[in-house]
């Protein structure tokens, strides 16, 4: 069994790098990628522990990407953790999360919530995220009758409430360039794969992917996320169709970040809807 996007507390997971390595070797999975959010700094726990359970840690990240006004993510695996040009793009970008985490507590702030940047980064171990700002929330005592008010019961519905595009906290933050970044992932050794397809493009996928996919390949592409946790089968087929047609590499994922989340709590929950693809591009280099 294999997983190949998988997050930690280096990120906006709840479990550390070794911890999700634990689960994945509780649940049978052999091979895993360690991805998350515009760092790498779980990888190497992550290696170490792979050794102690037995199980196969690819160094990989996802990269929080931008190309033509279309935002979406690159998962990069077998890449050069310490390749210096990558680090140092990735950590200017995590300045970037930063410098946005202070604007949206401000707004909420103005909302009336009770919530400090200092709180918020106690709890994000690594990479500041929108799912740290809202757990803060949630953990603020002068918080809890206002949530009960507005009927929001976890963090992972404020997120939508407050976060998302068009919300009232909602801002915007500067990402990679596709170009940029297929480069860098290309420089450091590694292969870059287009996430979630059908996360991404939601109503508009079969419409968009193929088009988009095509232009992404002619840029450099490596693959595409065909199995995903949320994929429905016609998402799976339809994916999978233009991964043969472009000779785009494969992948699946859960996307696991949290054991309480109600959407991404498993690891290795991906379906493949009796699809036969060949992961031996990644896992056996």
Known sequence: MFDFQLHSTA?????????VVALCARNG???IAITDHDTVAGVEEALTA??????RVIPGCE???????????????HIDHRNLALVERMAFYRQVRIERAHAVIAKLQKQGFAISFEEVAKIADGSIGRPHIAKAIFLHANNVERLAQIGIKNPFEFVGAFMTSGKDAYVEREKFRFVEAISLVHNAGGVGVLAHPGWTFRNEFEQRLPAFLSELKSLGLDGV????????????RFVHSLAVELDLKETAG???????DPIF?????????????NFEWITQR
């Not at 990120?11 to 911890?19: A, F």
């Not at 792979?50 to 199980?55: A, D, E, H, I, T």
């Open 11 to 19: 990120s906006d997971g709840t479990l550390r790098p070794k911890e």
């Open 29 to 31: 999975l052999k091979t």
């Open 50 to 55: 792979g050794s102690k359970f037995g199980v």
């Open 63 to 77: 990269l929080s990407v931008e190309h033509n006004g279309q935002e979406f993510d690159i998962l990069c695996y």
């Open 225 to 236: 996320e065909t199995f995903y946790r949320t994929h429905e089968e016609r998402h799976t």
């Open 254 to 260: 859960s996307d696991f970040h949290n054991p309480d």
């Open 265 to 277: 709590h498993m690891v290795g929950a991906w379906e493949s809807f009796g699809i036969e693809t």
